[in-house]
């Protein structure tokens, strides 16, 4: 059974806005260019989700799940796939194996 959370944020001490619903399991959240980049192991998705509450998958994965995030100094977006222990690089077009951790790590690997 997967656990729902939802994403809020104060913009008042008073107020509680929803911004983002459905979420499996959130991880991993890192604030760039203004955006929120989260990855939501479960539904095996990163998610980047703006101030305003409009939000994008920029990858899923369909085999794995993703965790830690990362950049590169060129922009490139670094992910951890959990299952088959690599680091991804995606670069807004393409998602290759940046380096295999398999030989290295002997259980599902999580962030750096």
Known sequence: MLRVIKLLVYLDWEIMNVLMENIA??????????????????????????????????????????????????????IVSMQKRQILRFNGKDLLVHADLSQMANYHATTW
């Open 25 to 78: 399991f959130g991880e991993g959240p890192h604030w760039k260019n203004g955006n929120l980049w989260f990855s939501d192991m479960h539904s095996q998705q990163v998610i980047k989700l703006a101030p305003t509450g409009s939000w994008e998958i920029v990858v899923a994965l369909q085999d794995d799940q993703p965790s830690g995030l990362g950049w590169l100094p060129d922009g490139d977006l670094l």
